[in-house]
């Protein structure tokens, strides 16, 4: 059980477009989804927590203009990465929790953004 | 505000010998911990975790963890050393349920024959 999913895995697009990631979770309902991006050899830094039906919490320094962020069902986010820009290549990773009191974060395998 | 160090980037070890993988938290209130393991190009999983009660937490793939409050650590250990166990660590702290992560930098931990 527990299981999350992330479309595309890689995606290779060019400067100026942009591009969007599918975060599901599989067999049970998320209430809450988080975004986070890692570069090489590095941790993940949280970018921004979302809740079924409400707009989503950035983190400090996170454009909130250029990381669209939809949470509309149970089972579904999407990070929306607009007019992308070479910086913006990294591996991007969702994860979801069942409860808003639950502990623990299932996370997804991730989506690596290449934008040339 | 809460934080997380782990000692080590990089750790080796022979096959068959002992992994011990180092985590310090500091945290306001009484924290909740995590250890994940990520395998290249793939998703963080879950290995273990400590909420409350018994300290020493026993997770998946044969590591446990023990909680020291004393000390503020939560040390990720496995007696023997498989091939398969070769991947990156993190270790992350929480306020509590509902509450965001915040990962440590990670251990790369490889495994030698």
């Known amino acids: 059980g527990a299981v999350v999913s992330q479309h595309p895995s890689w995606v290779i697009c060019k400067s100026g477009t942009s591009v969007k990631i599918e975060c599901r979770s599989l067999?049970?309902?998320?209430?809450?989804m988080f975004w986070y991006r890692q570069f090489p050899k590095q941790s993940l830094m949280l970018m921004a927590t979302s809740n079924e039906g409400s707009k989503a919490t950035y983190e400090q320094g996170v454009e909130k203009d250029k990381f669209l962020i939809n949470h509309a069902s149970l089972t579904l986010s999407t990070l929306t990465v607009t007019s992308a820009h070479p910086e913006d290549s990294s591996f991007y990773i969702c994860s979801a929790r069942a409860g808003s009191k639950q502990e623990t974060q299932y996370f997804g395998p991730g989506t690596r953004l290449l934008v040339l | 505000a809460q934080s997380v160090t782990q000692l080590g980037s990089h750790v080796s070890v022979s096959e068959g010998a002992l992994v011990l993988l180092r985590c310090n938290y500091s945290s306001s209130v009484p924290p909740y911990l995590f250890w994940y393991v990520q395998y290249p190009n793939q998703g963080l999983q879950l290995l273990l975790k400590?909420?409350?009660?018994?300290?020493l937490v026993k997770g998946i793939n044969g590591f446990e963890a023990e909680f020291k409050k004393s000390e503020t650590s939560f040390h990720l250990t496995k007696p023997s050393a498989h091939m398969s166990d070769a991947a990156e660590y993190f270790c992350a702290v929480s306020r509590g349920g509902g509450n965001k992560l915040t990962f440590g930098t990670g251990t790369q931990l490889k495994v030698e024959l």
């Open positions: 067999d049970f309902q998320a209430t809450t």
């Open positions: 400590y909420t409350t009660g018994a300290t």
